[in-house]
């Protein structure tokens, strides 16, 4: 069992930066592909960004490609969602979630655990 919980959403003005982070309480010594998703209303959920267990490797929607940085603290089990030049589009409730593989994925059925969300509004 896997616990997540978000935090460090918030309302920033367009250009602006904010940084996520998601803390994992493991119950489980299995390795923990992380990811982050999306949704805003009346849309579906997309895949941001993920990161392997061991945060040797890195995946991010084209979306956010060169303004977004995920990254994890192994031993902590946290990850991090650094997010620049924050558009108006990226207003939506972001979402952490865990997997228990070595393998990363940017599709959220494979993931099992998630957290509860945190908002992040981009004013214009």
Sequence with gaps: QVQLVE???GLVQAGGSLRLSCAA???TLSPLGMGWFRQAPG???EF???ISWNGGST????SVQGRFTISRDVAKNTVFLQMNSLKPEDTAVYY???RASTKVSVVGGEYRYWGQGTQVTVSS
């Design 59 to 62: 995946y991010y929607a084209d």
């Design 43 to 45: 849309k579906e959920r």
């Design 48 to 50: 941001v960004a993920a």
């Design 96 to 98: 952490c979630a865990a």
């Design 25 to 27: 309480s493991a119950r």
């Design 7 to 9: 935090s460090g959403g």
